[in-house]
């Protein structure tokens, strides 16, 4: 009998290594930790320079849709940096940022976007081709960042993390409806 339940035991821990993935060894634990970290840093940074490249945006869109949806999105952008810094005090880490290259990239493209169309649809249209890329990177950056925070048993920021992704989502599809809805038909005249 002691078999049994021997045997008992090892499979229902079998069965919840499975259903909790791989049960990763201390060090490559450690490991994911410290990208995990690095990478919030580095969204971190995005979400505050984006605090300032929106503005830019604003100022050149000319569809009162398009201002209207970026200038939304500029305040849940400065709730998604407050919100990062709940993340990174939920696990006992201080807020900090590291440049995001791939952020700077994008935000240098929607400038020449800008600078080399007329004001305009044209010009609207790049601009929501410019945030597009951008929702894109951070939907990629939030959705890994959440999955690492559940791996490594961090609820609270992965709840914080989920939150933020599905704001994300939604201005991007935001972005979407109005393009598909006149802008790049008025741009193509």
């Known amino acids: 009998m002691k078999n049994t339940n021997s045997k008992s035991s090892q499979n229902g821990t079998q069965k919840n290594e499975k259903q909790n993935g791989v049960k990763a ?62 993340v990174f005090s939920s696990i006992s880490e201080k807020a900090a940022a590291k440049k ?26 790049g601009i929501i081709l410019a945030g597009q890329k951008v929702e894109h990177y951070e939907i990629a950056t939030y959705g890994t960042l959440c999955t690492f925070a559940k791996t490594l ?17 939604e201005a991007d599809a935001k972005l979407t409806q109005i393009a598909e809805s006149f802008i790049n038909a008025e741009a193509a005249r």
């Open 25 to 86: 060894k201390p060090d490559a634990a450690e490991g994911l930790r410290k990208l995990f970290v690095d990478e919030l840093k580095d969204i971190y940074w995005a979400e505050k320079a984006l605090t300032k490249a929106i503005p830019k945006m604003i100022k050149n869109a000319t569809a009162e849709e398009l201002v209207e949806a970026l200038t939304g999105h500029l305040e849940v952008t400065k709730e998604h940096v407050a919100r990062l810094e709940k």
């Open 100 to 125: 995001c290259e791939a952020m700077e990239g994008l935000m240098k493209e929607a400038e020449e976007i800008m600078q080399q169309t007329k004001k305009g649809m044209v010009r609207d249209a």
């Open 153 to 169: 048993d961090e609820n609270d920021a992965a709840s914080l993390l989920h939150e933020t992704l599905e704001e994300e989502k």
